[in-house]
């Protein structure tokens, strides 16, 4: 250490922080980890991190928060971090977690959907601290004669192991060779990077491992892999995700974030207070000891304040309570423009105001008797619209009829 140079924290206090929620499979991959992780930050130096986010969509969801808020303590104790956007990677789509092919997509996809993707990783990542990088910039400039050398380093049998592809290979699918090389390129990036850590899920360990066995190939110490565990969604079952809609995103609204968490089933909220909160642990256990809704409340309280902030999460739990706990009307709803020469049916202007998806949805919710104008439940899905109705669909979604040139 040269003279002047800031010393990093305390070994054990970075390990206690580090490895707090992450998750390895099997205690022998865990002792290595913690052992090399160690050895690294005695040599009290910024290490290098990452982590990778295909930009496969447009949202980036709570479980993508896992392996950020890992990235966040990394920052909070000096280390450099990088957030690594897989625009080349996500050409091919991650295996991983998938027992089928994933669908390709193409280079413009990726881009409209990473547009937004350093302002969604700001709400956890401090940007100033930040490097962020794609890794088509070095993956795209490989030649193919590149390509057939990093291949050789691994056997077709490594890959037929994996679970996923076993799978796969039983029922009789088609395993396609482009799908080998998603790991071959996310090892690569590691390469690139020279990082000292790797976080990623732990559906990510065969790529994480692949990556330390090409450093290795590239005579660069092998990186450390810290792995988080898999969020479920808000179905309590199935991974976050997506495209089977249990997903919470990271822009939602407050009032929607707070009210998808409070749809959470009770027996998702260890998972969510362990892995979404900083709660310690016997304050989790304190919460869940407690009444469920008063717990959830929390639980929703804690996530808002962590995306957007105190007031933010304070306005969106008194919305709820109101709202949903009182069965008030809101003061505030999405309003919907009558224009007086046009018939206001109810079933058109739930489609046009996006609270249905279909007239075959409209007449579902009204025969379930799950629409309200003012109040009153609605039995005919070509109900008339006039300024100021209110409708509500549900409980979460509301609709207020104002007339073309009315002051609001």
């Keep these: 250490m040269t003279a002047g140079t800031r010393r990093m924290a305390p070994v054990d206090e970075q390990m206690a922080v580090l490895m707090r929620g992450t998750e390895f499979g099997d205690e022998m991959t865990r002792r290595n980890m913690e052992r090399e992780l160690r050895a690294r930050l005695e040599e009290d130096r910024p290490l290098s991190v990452y982590c990778g986010y295909d930009p496969t969509s447009v949202d980036l969801t709570l479980g993508h928060t896992l392996t950020m808020r890992k990235l966040r303590q990394f920052q909070d104790f000096g280390h450099n971090v990088t957030f690594l956007i897989g625009n080349f990677t996500g050409l091919v789509g991650d295996a991983s977690d998938k027992d089928k092919r994933r669908p390709m997509l193409t280079p413009e996809q990726l881009a409209a959907n990473a547009a937004t993707y350093e302002k969604q990783a700001g709400r956890i990542l401090d940007l100033s601290r930040t490097t ?35 799978k796969r290979m039983e029922r009789g699918d088609a395993i396609h060779l482009h799908e080998f090389m998603y790991a071959i390129m996310q090892a690569y990036d590691a390469v690139a990077l020279k990082t000292d850590v790797q976080v990623g899920g732990t559906e990510q360990l065969f790529n994480l491992m692949a990556g330390r066995k090409l450093q290795e190939e590239f005579d660069q110490r092998p990186q450390i892999v810290l792995m988080v565990p898999i969020l479920v969604g808000t179905d309590g079952h199935q991974r976050m995700s997506k495209s089977t809609g249990n997903y919470i995103g990271v822009d939602e609204a407050p009032n929607d974030m707070y009210g998808k968490v409070m749809s959470l089933p009770d027996v998702a909220m260890r998972d969510y207070f362990t892995l979404l909160t900083d709660l310690p642990a016997d304050g989790v256990e304190s919460q869940l000891a407690g009444p469920p809704i008063e ?9 808002t304040a962590l995306m957007y902030d105190l007031e933010a999460a304070a306005a969106a739990q008194t ?3 109101s709202t949903f706990q009182r069965g008030e009307t809101p003061e505030e709803m999405q309003e919907f423009t009558i224009d007086g020469e046009a018939e206001a049916r109810l079933d058109r202007v739930l489609r046009t105001a996006g609270l249905a998806a279909s007239a075959a949805e409209v007449r579902r919710l009204v025969a379930q008797g799950a629409v ?27 609709l207020r009829m104002v007339e073309a040139g009315a002051n609001t």
Aim: aromatic letters at 16%; charged letters at 25%.
């Design 132 to 166: 962020i990088k794609y890794n088509a910039d070095w993956l795209g400039a490989l030649t193919f004669a590149d390509v057939v050398r990093l291949c050789s380093h691994f056997t077709v049998a490594e890959f037929l192991k994996r679970d996923n592809f076993a």
């Design 295 to 303: 717990a959830k409340k929390r639980l929703a309280y804690e996530i």
């Design 319 to 321: 919305y709820f309570e």
């Design 372 to 398: 309200r104008v003012n109040g009153n439940t609605v039995t005919d899905f070509a109900f008339v619209l006039h300024g100021g109705d209110e409708v509500r669909v549900g409980r979460h979604r509301f």
